[in-house]
């Protein structure tokens, strides 16, 4: 299955490349880059956390 699923991911990924490009090259042109970096790395933890909070309120998963 990884040798099929792989290839799509590279597309995804390669398509979304430009497209980062064109919104985070002028955004760092008024945002400082580390301010860019700190939220680019708090967004997925921060949806990490909510999943986890969301999924053990209802009962998907059981925590030890």
Request: aromatic residues 8%.
């Amino acid at each position: 299955m990884m040798g099929q699923v792989f290839p799509l991911i590279q597309i995804i990924t390669g398509g979304a490349m430009p497209i980062a490009i064109l919104f985070f090259g002028p955004l760092s042109d008024i945002v400082p880059i580390s301010l860019i970096l700190f939220v680019a790395g708090i967004l997925p933890a921060a949806t990490g956390v909510v999943f986890q909070i969301t999924t053990k309120r209802a009962g998907l998963i059981e925590l030890e």
